[in-house]
Nanobody, 131 residues
Framework: QVRLVESGGGLAQPGGSLRLSCEAS????????VGWFRQAPGKEREGISC????????FTTESVQGRFTISRDNAKNTVYLQMDSLKPEDTAVYYC????????????????????????WGLGTQVTVSS
């Protein structure tokens, strides 16, 4: 069955870097738009960056633009989030997700509306940024 498993979280210092991975199984990732989301305690889940199935279109939220980069390796069924210049406010549980695989998902909406066509979710990985 379909599973998404995030890894790579942990503790980083402000200004440091982490790379998150999301390995998918039970699906062929090239059919799916993908995204990274995060949720801090007491806050709503927010979209960070979303990427179309073909990687032709990209949305990244302003708070992480220039610092975080989403990418995908369909041959490995894996999505990545490279996080650089980390800030304490980046501390959250980070989740990966896919759309429904039907095509045509507007990636900005996918990120801004976490329930919109986001069919599959991982269980998350903790990222803590602290000195």
């Amino acid at each position: 069955q379909v599973r998404l498993v995030e890894s790579g979280g942990g503790l980083a210092q402000p200004g440091g870097s982490l790379r998150l991975s999301c390995e998918a199984s039970g699906l062929s990732l090239h059919y799916y738009a993908v995204g990274w989301f995060r949720q801090a305690p007491g806050k709503e889940r927010e979209g960070i960056s979303c990427l179309s199935s073909s990687a032709e279109t990209l949305f990244t939220t302003e708070s992480v633009q220039g610092r975080f980069t989403i990418s995908r390796d369909n041959a490995k069924n894996t999505v990545y989030l490279q996080m650089d210049s980390l800030k304490p406010e980046d501390t959250a549980v980070y989740y990966c997700a896919t759309d429904d695989g039907f095509g045509g998902t507007p990636v900005q909406r996918m990120c801004l509306e976490p329930t919109y066509r986001n069919n599959y979710w991982g269980l998350g990985t903790q990222v803590t940024v602290s000195s």
